[in-house]
C-alpha cells in the first residue's frame, strides 16, 4: 500500500508535504509491496518487522495486516494474531513496542476502497483495533486513509487496492498534517 507509485509513493508525498510546509524531512521507506506482519511464512524481506530499522526516529509510519487476513481468492482470517481483542498482544502490538518510547508511532488505517474488505469482514475487526489502540496509546495516532479516500474517489487508485500517484499525494498530505500536527501539538 504504502510503496505503490515508485518515486510517488505515499511515503515520498509525506516527505514533499512536510518540506512545502517548511518542515525539513528525512524519509525512509522501508516498504515493498506484498508484504505480511506474519503469515506469510518464514521471517524475511517479505516481512514487516524485517523491514523496520531501530533509530532514533522522531515518526515512524507502519501499515500492515491486509495481506494477512485476506486475498483476492476469497480467503480469510481471524486478526487476533496481528492484534488481540485487548489490544494487548500480536504481531502490530510487539513491532509498535520495538519503537522508540518517544516517537510519534503513525497507526495506517486502510480505505474501505480495498476490495478485501468486501468478502474479509476481518479487516474491520483489525481495523476498529487499530483505532482502539491509538486511543490507548499515548504515542500511537491513527493515520486513517478512509478519511480522504474511499469507494466514493475512484480517481485516486490505481487498481482496486493500492492508490494511483494523485492518491498518495492525498494521504500523504492527510499523513503530513499529522505529523505536523504532532510537532506543533
Given at each position: 500500500?504504502?510503496?505503490?507509485?515508485?518515486?510517488?509513493?505515499?511515503?515520498?508525498?509525506?516527505?514533499?508535504?512536510?518540506?512545502?510546509?517548511?518542515?525539513?524531512?528525512?524519509?525512509?521507506?522501508?516498504?515493498?509491496?506484498?508484504t505480511?506482519l506474519?503469515?506469510?511464512?518464514?521471517?524475511g524481506?517479505?516481512?514487516?518487522?524485517?523491514?523496520?530499522?531501530?533509530?532514533?526516529?522522531?515518526?515512524?509510519?507502519?501499515?500492515?495486516?491486509?495481506?494477512?487476513?485476506?486475498?483476492?481468492?476469497?480467503?480469510?482470517?481471524?486478526?487476533?494474531?496481528?492484534?488481540?481483542?485487548?489490544?494487548?498482544?500480536?504481531?502490530?502490538?510487539?513491532?509498535?513496542?520495538?519503537?522508540?518510547?518517544?516517537?510519534?508511532?503513525?497507526?495506517?488505517?486502510?480505505?474501505?476502497?480495498?476490495?478485501?474488505?468486501?468478502?474479509?469482514?476481518?479487516?474491520?475487526?483489525?481495523?476498529?483495533?487499530?483505532?482502539?489502540?491509538?486511543?490507548?496509546?499515548?504515542?500511537?495516532?491513527?493515520?486513517?486513509?478512509?478519511?480522504?479516500?474511499?469507494?466514493?474517489?475512484?480517481?485516486?487508485?490505481?487498481?482496486?487496492i493500492?492508490?494511483?500517484?494523485?492518491?498518495?499525494?492525498?494521504?500523504?498530505?492527510?499523513?503530513?498534517?499529522?505529523?505536523?500536527?504532532?510537532?506543533?501539538?
Amino acid at each position: 500500500m504504502l510503496d505503490f507509485s515508485d518515486e510517488r509513493s505515499t511515503p515520498q508525498q509525506i516527505g514533499a508535504a512536510l518540506e512545502s510546509n517548511g518542515v525539513p524531512a528525512v524519509v525512509v521507506n522501508r516498504a515493498i509491496g506484498g508484504t505480511c506482519l506474519i503469515i506469510c511464512g518464514a521471517q524475511g524481506d517479505n516481512q514487516i518487522p524485517s523491514r523496520y530499522v531501530d533509530g532514533d526516529w522522531t515518526h515512524v509510519l507502519v501499515s500492515g495486516g491486509g495481506n494477512d487476513l485476506g486475498d483476492l481468492q476469497g480467503s480469510c482470517r481471524s486478526p487476533d494474531v496481528l492484534m488481540s481483542s485487548d489490544l494487548e498482544s500480536g504481531a502490530m502490538v510487539d513491532l509498535v513496542d520495538r519503537m522508540p518510547a518517544d516517537a510519534v508511532v503513525l497507526l495506517y488505517h486502510y480505505s474501505a476502497a480495498i476490495p478485501e474488505t468486501q468478502f474479509c469482514p476481518e479487516i474491520w475487526t483489525l481495523m476498529d483495533r487499530y483505532t482502539a489502540f491509538a486511543a490507548e496509546r499515548a504515542n500511537v495516532v491513527l493515520a486513517d486513509a478512509s478519511t480522504v479516500s474511499g469507494p466514493d474517489t475512484p480517481t485516486l487508485w490505481a487498481d482496486d487496492i493500492h492508490p494511483n500517484e494523485e492518491g498518495s499525494r492525498v494521504i500523504g498530505a492527510m499523513i503530513a498534517d499529522l505529523i505536523l500536527a504532532s510537532i506543533e501539538g
